[in-house]
């Protein structure tokens, strides 16, 4: 199993750049794809980015592609997200999750381990 908690949500203004980490504890970090979903009021939980055990593989929603990178320290047992040029529609509770599938998942269904989420508001 593995245990992870989010950090580094706030209030930022349209056009900010925020990161936000998720620590890790318990089985070997890099032996796990790694993703980041964002869930906003009344709306389905969604993909926004995923990267591989081993950092070499990423994917990205296309609302996100450009503006955000995923990245991970293997070595801390932390995955990051840097967020640019962030829009009000960026608003959500972002919630880090692991998965031992191999390669890089997309699907929300392949993450049995998640954080508690951490929230991310963008005023216009």
């Known amino acids: 199993q593995v245990q992870l908690v989010e950090s580094g949500g706030r209030l930022v203004q349209a056009g900010d750049s925020l990161r936000l980490s998720c620590a890790a504890s318990?089985?070997?970090?890099?032996?796990?794809?790694m993703g980041w979903f964002r869930q906003a009021p009344e709306k389905e939980r969604e993909f926004v980015a995923v990267?591989?055990?081993?950092?070499?593989?990423?994917y990205y929603a296309t609302s996100v592609k450009g503006r955000f990178t995923i990245s991970r320290d293997n070595a801390k047992d932390t995955l990051y997200l840097q967020m640019s040029s962030l829009k009000p529609e960026d608003t959500a509770v972002y919630s880090c999750?692991?998965?031992?599938?191999?390669?890089?998942?997309?699907?929300?269904?392949?993450?049995?381990?998640w954080g508690q989420g951490t929230q991310v508001t963008v005023s216009s």
């Open positions: 999750a692991a998965s031992s599938t191999t390669g890089a998942p997309i699907s929300r269904y392949a993450y049995p381990y």
């Open positions: 318990g089985r070997t970090f890099s032996s796990y794809a």
């Open positions: 990267i591989s055990g081993s950092g070499g593989t990423t």
